[in-house]
């Protein structure tokens, strides 16, 4: 219990730089996150600012370079769609342009691919075998990963 009632360390702006570029460092960091840290060591919002951009600039923090890496590794690793991808960006407060390039990255071929993996690993007996409820709850379980309908029903369809 005694982690819950620890004081939160402040630290200097030149602390929260370094530990800033460690941060980002170790993996790629949306800015909001970035910002968010800051605040969460005490800084103030010239500080914060100030840091965000000098990390820019010294390429420690790159949105896009982020998203691209965001989309990606959640496409191959949890095997997200597009619209969830697209939601948690968006929640990450990336910029539309940035999200519609880092959507790009993803190969329509690898994707497509991605539903099918999806799908075999779902149902243990063929496409055609299932009941019109059974077809529902695959399809619901899919956009529920964050796939287009439209790309669901073709693949379907496909093995039907």
Not at 24 to 34: D, F, K
Not at 61 to 70: D, P, T
Request: with cysteine.
């Amino acid at each position: 219990m005694d982690e819950w009632n620890r004081e939160k360390k402040i630290f200097t702006p030149r602390q929260a730089k370094q530990k800033a570029e460690s941060y980002c460092a170790y993996q790629e960091r949306a800015q909001q996150e970035v910002r968010d840290k800051l605040y969460e060591w005490g800084l103030h919002q010239t500080d914060v600012e100030q840091i965000i951009s000098t990390l820019i600039e010294e390429n420690f923090l790159n949105e896009e370079r982020f998203a691209k890496a965001y989309a990606l590794g959640k496409f191959r690793m949890k095997g997200w769609g597009k619209i969830k991808i697209k939601q948690h960006l968006k929640g990450k407060r990336v910029s539309d342009p940035l999200i519609r390039i880092a959507l790009r990255e993803i190969e329509l071929e690898d994707y497509e691919e991605k539903v099918r993996e999806t799908i075999e690993k779902r149902i243990n007996k063929p496409i055609s075998l299932l009941s019109f409820v059974e077809k529902s709850k695959l399809k619901t379980f899919l956009l529920s990963k964050g796939f287009e309908s439209d790309i669901i029903n073709q693949i379907i369809s496909n093995y039907d």
